[in-house]
């Protein structure tokens, strides 16, 4: 709006009395109402100006809205995709093409079917055994001709199949006690027999192949008693079974308290999490071990004081983690996940392209391209040297050239706010942890060893939904920590709980480490 300068104040018109531009007003009185309204139209221009600088900030406002919107939008659409991908089914209309094809091809990315080229390939061996030999005579009718013109041939064919015996009964055995009177406390009292269990009706082989099959193959109690009364003619209620566990929880204790220190003292731990159901609420399964030992812990929060719970405050070795918060307390010397990093890349490149055009900044694309590319062959590294294929005298020079290529992919900053906090983090402080397993031996690049740990309880939680009590959340504990660790030390987890429930403490403790430690 133009702005005009005031007359000065000396100022007389010609026309003072009379002009004809004005209609014969006076000049004066159009002046001396002129000079008049002077404040009030400042005071306008003024409002004027406000309202100028209002419009512009909700403009401003409404822009950056509409960008938190498109990225929103972006990222539920990509949940909605990951989540409920499409089934693959042939449709008329596309000419018998797969559905899917075509949301994958626009990704640049297809997995093939089958084994990946070189793999070996899995054949069952022969037998180390043979309990029995049937001859089978040579057929009289050809199966695919039905001809009986069939001549019998002097070479013989084996065929070995592998089968298992059933007897559907139990095998009830009969103890016969010696008593004895205490002095003390006036009670008869008696001892456990070979292979008993005092005071219990069930046997310790079918309490610990009932707790082998909840623990370790993830059957619920009701299928459990089903099983067991079905094949072997054990008839036993659900809440029996929720008995076999919590008894072996309280046996166990003592070597969960142990393990718990085992891992403490570890020189190389995994650590993750994942969510649980107990009673209804939230719960968070929470995970430590490695290639020897497994540790699990459910607790109601997701904090790093549970974490320290874990690990305690004296931990110094090396934890391979992702990028949660909870354990920047826990120990110095970190290893971050590098498959978190991949597939954190992999989901903001399809958000981005999710999102509209206007929105769009051309760097993100060649930036998660960068980051997946390099994440990629960082994992081969890892492959390689343990594998000893690249000799550990060639690492440092293989760390700062990766470290140059991941500085030159994170240089500039990014508008895509899910892309610039990754950017941010990979080139801020934490980046040297993205390569500690090239500085220490024996420290993968990746967590999956975690993740793999956690998926039987993820797969159980989905059949059983979770707990219902304390003691239950205590029984999910110590139960899974002692069987996985049973399996990394080479034993089998039922002769194990066997051991159990029947022996004591320190038997028990000999028993999963193999008598190794």
Not at 63 to 81: C, M
Not at 262 to 285: F, L, N, P, Q
Not at 356 to 385: H, I, W, Y
């Amino acid at each position: 709006m133009p702005r005009y300068p005031y007359p000065p104040h000396d100022f007389e018109c010609l026309y003072r009395h009379t002009c004809p531009y004005l209609d014969g007003l006076s000049t004066t009185w159009v002046l001396g109402e002129y000079r008049r309204a002077g404040p009030m139209y400042q005071e306008h221009l003024r409002i004027i100006d406000g309202f100028d600088g209002a419009l512009k900030a909700r403009d401003e406002r409404i822009r950056i809205l509409e960008r938190e919107n498109a990225e929103l939008k972006a990222k539920l659409q990509a949940l909605h995709h990951r989540q409920f991908k499409p089934n693959k089914r042939k449709d008329a209309d596309t000419g018998g093409k797969d559905t899917e094809s075509a949301s994958s091809s626009s990704e640049g990315e297809k997995k093939k079917r089958g084994a990946p080229v070189g793999h070996p390939g899995w054949v069952r061996p022969k037998p180390d055994r043979i309990d029995r030999t049937v001859d089978v005579p040579a057929p009289r009718i050809c199966p695919h001709c039905q001809s009986d013109d069939l001549t019998p041939m002097k070479e013989m064919t084996e065929h070995f199949q592998e089968d298992i015996v059933i007897q559907p009964r139990t095998l009830v055995t009969r103890y016969l006690h010696g008593q004895a009177l205490c002095a003390r406390c006036h009670r008869p009292v008696v001892q456990a027999g070979e292979g008993e269990l005092l005071n219990a009706p069930i046997g310790p082989v079918a309490k610990s192949a009932a707790l082998y099959l909840r623990y370790r193959i993830g059957i619920p109690y009701r299928k459990t008693a089903e099983l067991f009364r079905e094949l072997f003619g054990l008839k036993f209620v659900p809440a029996s079974a929720l008995g076999f566990d919590r008894k072996a929880a309280a046996r166990g204790g003592p070597i969960y308290e142990d393990l718990r220190d085992k891992i403490r003292a570890s020189d190389v731990v995994h650590a993750d999490e994942t969510s649980w159901r107990g009673d209804g609420v939230g719960h968070y399964v929470w995970f430590a071990g490695n290639e020897n030992l497994a540790f699990f812990h459910i607790d109601r929060h997701r904090s790093a004081d549970v974490a320290k719970t874990i690990f305690g405050e004296d931990f110094d070795g090396t934890l391979v983690r992702d990028r949660y918060a909870a354990y920047n307390g826990i120990g110095v010397d970190w290893q971050i996940c590098i498959a978190h990093i991949l597939t954190k890349a992999k989901e903001i490149r399809t958000e981005y392209a999710l999102l509209p055009q206007t929105e769009k900044d051309v760097a993100v694309g060649p930036f998660c391209e960068g980051v997946m590319n390099l994440c990629s062959r960082l994992c081969n590294v890892g492959q390689k040297l343990k594998s000893g294929d690249i000799p550990w005298k060639a690492v440092a020079k293989i760390e700062k050239k990766f470290v140059r290529e991941l500085n030159t992919i994170c240089k500039r900053p990014l508008r895509f706010k899910p892309a610039e906090t990754l950017r941010s983090y990979l080139a801020g402080a934490k980046q040297k942890f993205l390569f500690t397993f090239l500085r220490r031996p024996g420290v993968p690049p990746t967590n999956n060893h975690a993740e793999q740990s956690l998926r039987h309880l993820v797969i159980f939680r989905k059949i059983c939904l979770g707990t219902r009590s304390e003691s239950g959340l205590k029984t999910h504990s110590i139960l899974p920590s002692l069987v996985q660790t049973a399996r990394r030390q080479g034993v089998h987890p039922r002769e194990f709980l066997q051991t159990l429930l029947t022996a004591d403490t320190a038997t028990a403790q000999a028993a999963l480490y193999n008598n190794s430690t």
